[in-house]
């Protein structure tokens, strides 16, 4: 049964697609692409983003940066976005989180369109990334009153940390699928503390999905998601989210 | 005597399969997730990021806050959500203040109009003294990103409030 909340902490639902590079990609893509999604998302921006590309190389692992030029088009109230990049199609919606029944169509619409604009030989990753900003009263918290998901700390280390960051990946689906967690504090204000919670399902074998079923894994992973975040949080923290029955 | 044992230390079946993955490299079966090559794993799932906007505008500000004290993270955070076209503008108005300001401390926060619904981003240069040549310096650093502003959603002001590097006392 799919939980849903009131005051939910999404801050930011991300839906990734990357195809392999035998898709041929033009620079006439993100233009076709525009034409057909600005009915919807009328704001073009254009951004610089720089990536880290982490390869095994014979020394060891090498880390080449590089950067590429991005479309983003937004919807008029700047709540979602698809971003268009080289191979790259993303689409994200911001707070307030439109519920996955408000996500999924735009997500659909997305992919179909990018389907229509160009002939996609295969799926080199995707992903389905939740972030939550959960915040807390007070400067110093209990974790495990709020989390199932946090760092362990034996009793002869010192029981107050000033920050931390939690990383974890679970494999799914015969590790065709993976779903990485992190938790981390992040400054606050007012009093307050505030932690990202950070859930990543992708899918880590290239090729392992078919295109046509690129929507059907979107569905899946989104179930994994809700699982994973029910999973990290605690009774208190759905209290304060407030749940809709 | 039964000692209360925090709820994490209970062992799970799964997490306690992992445990025993830890310990013995021998016993993990090839074709099963070989928990050994997790930190590798985990470094890889790194890559080709950048999708997410609010990861986005974590890592400025993390990046930010090596070189500027951040007022009120949240606002900053409400403002960028708004205007992602500052990200890339951002950077370069810090460089451009320290650049021109090296003995400065800087200050970000986001000033809200009290009169009229607008507010902005807002990097104050705070000095020890203040003498003439500051609104010229000012104007310098002001020139090395203002072109990046054009035709951009959002502003970020350089200016001074003419307190003290510690933010408390006015001059």
Partial sequence: ?245 | MLTPVPYLHRPHSKTSVTGLQWTKAEDVKPESPNILTLPRDLLQSFQKRGSSVVIDIEELMERLARKVRIENPNSIREYLLQFTELLDVIPKAVDAAKKHFPEAKLVMDVYQDPEIADCYLVLYIRLKYYDDSVIERLEKAEAEFLNQLVNKRGWIQLTTDFREPEGEGAL
């Fill in chain 1, 1 to 245: 049964m799919v939980k849903k909340y009131a005051k939910p902490p999404i801050v930011e639902a991300v839906c990734e697609f990357r195809v392999t590079p035998e898709t041929q990609w033009d620079l006439t893509v993100p233009g076709l692409l525009y034409e057909r999604l600005k009915g919807s998302f009328p704001q073009k921006e254009q951004r610089m983003i720089q990536e880290v590309e982490l390869m095994q190389g014979p020394e060891g692992l090498q880390q080449q940066i590089r950067t590429s030029e991005r479309l983003l088009f937004f919807t008029e109230d700047r709540k979602m976005l698809v971003q268009v990049g080289p191979r790259l199609l993303t689409v994200n919606a911001l707070k307030p989180y439109p519920h996955w029944e408000g996500f999924k169509p735009r997500i659909e619409m997305a992919w179909k369109s990018l389907q229509a604009t160009v002939e996609m030989q295969g799926l080199e990753r995707m992903g389905l990334r939740y972030i939550n900003h959960i915040e807390l009263p007070g400067q110093s918290v209990e974790l495990a009153k709020y989390f199932e998901f946090y760092p362990f700390v034996g009793q002869r280390l010192p029981q107050q940390m000033v920050s931390f960051l939690a990383v974890a990946e679970f494999s799914y689906a015969d590790d065709r699928d993976r779903c990485r967690v992190q938790l981390t504090p992040i400054p606050g204000s007012g009093g307050k503390s505030l932690f990202m919670l950070d859930i990543d399902y992708f899918l880590a074998r290239p090729r392992a999905v078919e295109v046509v079923d690129a929507l059907a894994w979107v569905e899946e992973a989104h179930n994994r998601v809700e699982e994973v975040f029910e999973g990290c949080i605690t009774d208190k923290l759905r209290e304060m989210f407030e749940e809709v029955l």
